[in-house]
C-alpha cells in the first residue's frame, strides 16, 4: 500500500486546491478521490508494488521518481509538479518499476477506475500530456553537452510552472541539486560549473530554492545550440 496519511477532503476541497486550475480531476465525484498526505521523503509509491486501478493527482508539494539501477545506485528519471499525473506505467505491467517519493511534505488525489484497465474519459487528455512531456524529457535529457541540457531543464520547469499560473521566470526547485544533477546525467561538479557560468553572465540568478531567469532567451539559444565535439588531440595541434 502507498505510504502516507488518508485525509477524506476529496472533490469538496477541488475550491481551494493550488492545483485546480490544471487539475483534470477537478469536480470528480468526492466518493471516487481519496486524498493522501505524503511527508518528506516518504515513498508514495514503490518500486516493485503491485499497481492498482487507479492514478494519482498531485494536489500539493513535489515528487521525484526514482529507478533502482543495476550497479544497486538509485538515478532520478522524472519530477513531477503540482496538477501533474502519477502512477502511469506500460501497459499490461504488472508492478510499479521506481520509487516515487515527496521531495517536500505533499499530498496527492487519488482516483480509482471504474473498471480495471480503463481510464476515467475526463482524465485521457491529461494522460496524453504526460505521455508527451514524458517523450520531451527523454529527448532534451539525450542532449550532448551539460550546459544545454540545464538551460532545457529550467525552461521546462518554467512552462510548467506557468500553466498553474505561476511565473515562468521565477523557479521555486522543490528538488535539490544533486537531485537535478541525476535527472540531468551530469556529475553533481559539471552542474555546478554549468550554473556558475549561467550566474556570472547573468543569465539567472540564485536564491536558495528560487532560480530567476533573467534572460530566457539566452537559455532558449543555449537549448538548441549543439555542443561543439571536442578535437582529439592530433587534430587540436595543427
Same mark, same amino acid.
Given at each position: ?79 513531477? /509538479? =503540482?496538477?501533474? #499525473? *502519477?502512477?502511469? +506505467?506500460?501497459?499490461?505491467? !504488472? &508492478?510499479?518499476? %521506481? ?50 541540457? /540545464? =538551460?532545457?531543464? #529550467? *525552461?521546462?520547469? +518554467?512552462?510548467?510552472?506557468? !500553466? &498553474?499560473?505561476? %511565473? ?50 539566452? /537559455? ?19
Amino acid at each position: 500500500m502507498p505510504i502516507g496519511h488518508r485525509d477524506d477532503t476529496g472533490a469538496s476541497g477541488c475550491a481551494e486546491c493550488a492545483a485546480r486550475r490544471t487539475c483534470p480531476a477537478s469536480g470528480e465525484d468526492a466518493a471516487a478521490i481519496e486524498t493522501i498526505r505524503v511527508p518528506r521523503d516518504a515513498a508514495l509509491l514503490r518500486a516493485d508494488q503491485l499497481r492498482e486501478d487507479r492514478v494519482y493527482i498531485v494536489r500539493s508539494g513535489a515528487f521525484k521518481r526514482v529507478s533502482p539501477h543495476p550497479s544497486g545506485a538509485l538515478h532520478v528519471t522524472a519530477f513531477h /509538479l =503540482a496538477g501533474e #499525473l *502519477l502512477g502511469l +506505467g506500460a501497459p499490461g505491467q !504488472l &508492478r510499479h518499476g %521506481s520509487y516515487t517519493v515527496a521531495l517536500e511534505d505533499s499530498s496527492v488525489c487519488a482516483i480509482t477506475f471504474d473498471s480495471p484497465g480503463a481510464s476515467p474519459p475526463r482524465l485521457l487528455p491529461a494522460l496524453n500530456d504526460a505521455l508527451q512531456r514524458e517523450c520531451k524529457s527523454n529527448q532534451f535529457l539525450r542532449q550532448p553537452g551539460c550546459s544545454r541540457r /540545464l =538551460a532545457s531543464f #529550467l *525552461l521546462d520547469i +518554467g512552462k510548467r510552472q506557468a !500553466l &498553474r499560473g505561476y %511565473s515562468d521566470r521565477m523557479l521555486r526547485l522543490a528538488m535539490n541539486w544533486r537531485d537535478i544533477a541525476s535527472y540531468l546525467h551530469m556529475a553533481p561538479e559539471s552542474l555546478s560549473r554549468s550554473l556558475l557560468r549561467l550566474k556570472l553572465d547573468g543569465t539567472l540568478t540564485l536564491h536558495g530554492k528560487h532560480v530567476q531567469l533573467r534572460k530566457q532567451s539566452v /537559455l532558449r539559444e543555449l537549448a538548441r545550440t549543439p555542443a561543439v565535439p571536442a578535437l582529439p588531440p592530433t587534430a587540436a595541434r595543427h
